[in-house]
C-alpha cells in the first residue's frame, strides 16, 4: 500500500468528518457532543492558520486517517503556547491500523511545523491511547505534564501534552 499524505479538499469533508467521528466514537474516546465537533471537519477545515490533512492510499484514493494541523492564530490551539504548533484528532481507520498511517500523518505534521518555523510541536491525548503514546515516544515526543488539562471540569482523567522541540539549539548561537 502506498500512501499520500495531503491537504484535504472540500469535496472530502463529510468523509473526513465521518471517520473522525467513527474512530474516537467507536473507541469510545468522545461523548454525544463532541462526536458532533469530530463530524464538522468543514467547521476546521474552513478555520484561519488551521490545515486539514488526509493519509490516502494511492491506489483506491481511500481515505484511511486525518490529522488536524493548527498555527499560531487557529482557533484549534488547545495546550499551544507562543511560536508552538498544535496537531489534534488524529485518526486512522481500523482496518489500516499497523500500516504506517498515523506515523505518516504525524510527520507531515512535524515536517510543516518545521516548515512554519514553530519552535515546538505539541498535542494533548487521553490517557488510554497508549499506542499512539507510544508512536509519539518513539517520534521524540516528550510529557510535558505541566500542560495536562481536562477539556471539560467533569473529566476524571486529563488529557496528556506531549512536545517536540523542532529547532536545534545550537542553531541560535551567533
Known sequence: MDLLVREAREDELDRIGEVT???YGGEGLAGPEY???LRDAR???ASPATTLLVAMDDGTDDILGTVVLAEPGSPWQDVAEDGEVEFRMLATVPAARG???GESLVRRCI????SAGASRLVL????EMTTAHRLYERLGFVRVPERDWRPRPEMTEMLRAYMLPL???????S
Open 21 to 23: 467521528a467513527e474512530v
Open 35 to 37: 462526536l458532533l465537533v
Open 43 to 45: 467547521a476546521r477545515w
Open 99 to 101: 500500516r504506517g498511517v
Open 111 to 114: 515536517e510543516r511545523a518545521r
Open 124 to 127: 494533548s491525548t487521553g490517557p
Open 167 to 173: 529547532q536545534d539549539q545550537g542553531q541560535s548561537r
